[in-house]
């Protein structure tokens, strides 16, 4: 049990306020990705936790016990970084080995331990071999056996991935969400992408220079993010957000005017504040004839910046009277002088007010 709770922590460095006072519960056996820009204080969060870094107030408490005193090595927690440095002198055997050897465990437990964690990471056949030897992913798989070696009550990942090439980010991500599972113990991960945080999270904690924007399980982030910045943040490519200058009650329904345009919804649906943003996601627009839906919005002079075709699908980027839109786009049916209809079914609509927060329906 590692269920770690941050009480009000906040972090100066010298007269910058790097956190200005954070809480937030990291439940046990779960994985929570700590998401966001670089240098919106990932690191700084995850060496408090760690006992790396002294929080400037509040308190850390692990299962209940306050440990802001207590030293890093006390903690229980493992870390794995971009860069862990082997030793390049002793073979993966006695790297993996070597935080039990400073322990003082018997030589016959150091095996066995080894074999074991071997074993869970695929490492069996090159225990012999020195770091140099090794590749990148490999390396990287070291270093998390070496972390995991002592058995930690919590695992922290600060980017480990970012050094690795495409293909084995991809690969060393699924093998890190296998392991979590397996081994079912607290985890804190931080990293600036979004792909990264979709795939591990138990839980997202949506960070800006920091603050908590919003914590939720993925899916949850994506399809209601609770202001502008998490809509923005979450989705690749991002949500479509236009601003509202007005709106009008007809007799057909809510009129939202835009900069050069307007938006039609259904009769029956009732906005509790002003909005002041519009958002989409690319995949929810259809070209309107084809769906014969009711919500249109209109694009006029469209011009197709660019496609990017995925296989399965493309995405394609216009340039219209209302600004920059991207759209999932297998047929766009564009008309005469580069004009769009675009139709959005009402409940996949994102609404956001003056401040940016988001209008629940
Ligand atoms: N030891 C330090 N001294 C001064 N400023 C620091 C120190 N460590 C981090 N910072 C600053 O704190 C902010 C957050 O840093 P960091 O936690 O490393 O961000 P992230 O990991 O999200 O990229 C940054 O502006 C960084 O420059
Ligand atoms: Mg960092």
Request: charged fraction near 25%.
């Amino acid at each position: 049990m590692a269920e770690i709770q941050l009480r009000s922590i906040s972090k100066r460095f010298g007269d910058v306020e790097v956190i200005p006072g954070l809480d937030l519960t990291i439940p046990d056996g779960q994985v929570t990705v700590l998401l966001g820009p670089s240098g919106c204080g990932k690191s700084t969060l995850l060496r408090i936790i760690a006992g790396l870094e002294t929080q400037s107030a509040g308190d850390v408490v692990l299962d209940g016990e306050v440990i802001n005193d207590a030293p890093p090595a006390e903690r229980g927690c493992a870390l794995v970084f971009q860069n862990n440095a082997l030793y390049p002198h002793k073979t993966v055997r006695q790297n993996l080995a070597f935080p039990l050897r400073m322990a003082k465990v018997d030589r016959a437990e150091q095996r066995r331990a080894v074999d074991e964690i071997a074993g869970t990471l695929e490492l069996a056949p090159l225990l012999d071999r020195y770091p140099r030897q090794l590749s990148g992913g490999q390396r990287q798989r070291v270093a998390m056996g070496r972390a995991m070696i002592r058995r930690p009550k919590v695992f922290l990942y600060d980017e480990p991935l970012s050094n690795l090439d495409l293909e084995l980010r991809v690969r060393l991500r699924l093998e890190i969400a296998r392991l979590q599972r397996s081994l079912k113990s607290t985890a804190v991960y931080v990293t600036h992408d979004q792909t990264e945080a979709m795939t591990l999270a138990d839980q997202i904690v949506v960070l800006r220079k920091g603050h908590i924007e919003q914590i939720g399980a993925p899916l949850q982030l994506y399809r209601s993010p609770a202001n502008l910045y998490v809509a923005g943040f979450i989705g690749t490519p991002r949500m479509n957000l236009l601003p509202v200058q007005g709106h009008e009650t007809t007799a057909d329904g809510l009129v939202l005017r835009l900069a050069a345009g307007t938006l039609k919804l259904p009769p029956g649906l009732a906005l509790p504040r002003a909005p002041a943003t519009v958002g989409f996601r690319p995949e929810h627009a259809r070209p309107a004839a084809a769906s014969g839906q009711e919500v249109a919005l209109t694009l006029r002079d469209c011009e197709v910046q660019a496609v990017e075709h995925l296989g399965d699908r493309a995405f394609c980027y216009l340039r219209s009277d209302l600004g920059e839109v991207v759209v999932l786009a297998p047929e766009l049916g564009m008309g005469d002088a580069g004009t769009l209809q675009l139709a959005i079914e009402a409940k996949a609509l994102h609404f956001f007010d003056a401040e940016g927060r988001a209008i629940a329906l």
